[in-house]
């Protein structure tokens, strides 16, 4: 069972990302973004992460 949904807009920002931008995306997301949910604290300034409801 998926813990995550990505959404079309997500997927062809990704795609449009230069080969060395999306392995920079990827190291922020498993050096900080990965290990604050662990955590407990998803949205800290380590992740530099704001989650957004309700947005299109």
């Known amino acids: 069972m998926p813990t995550f949904e ?3 807009r997500f997927t ?3 795609q449009h990302l ?3 931008q999306r392995r920079r ?4 997301v ?3 973004f990965v290990p604050d949910l662990r955590t407990g604290q998803a949205g800290s300034a380590a992740s530099d992460t704001v ?3 309700g947005v299109p």
Do not use: I
């Open 6 to 8: 990505t959404l079309p």
């Open 12 to 14: 062809a920002d990704l």
């Open 18 to 20: 230069t080969p060395a």
């Open 25 to 28: 995306f990827r190291r922020v």
């Open 30 to 32: 498993l050096d900080a």
């Open 51 to 53: 989650f957004l409801y």
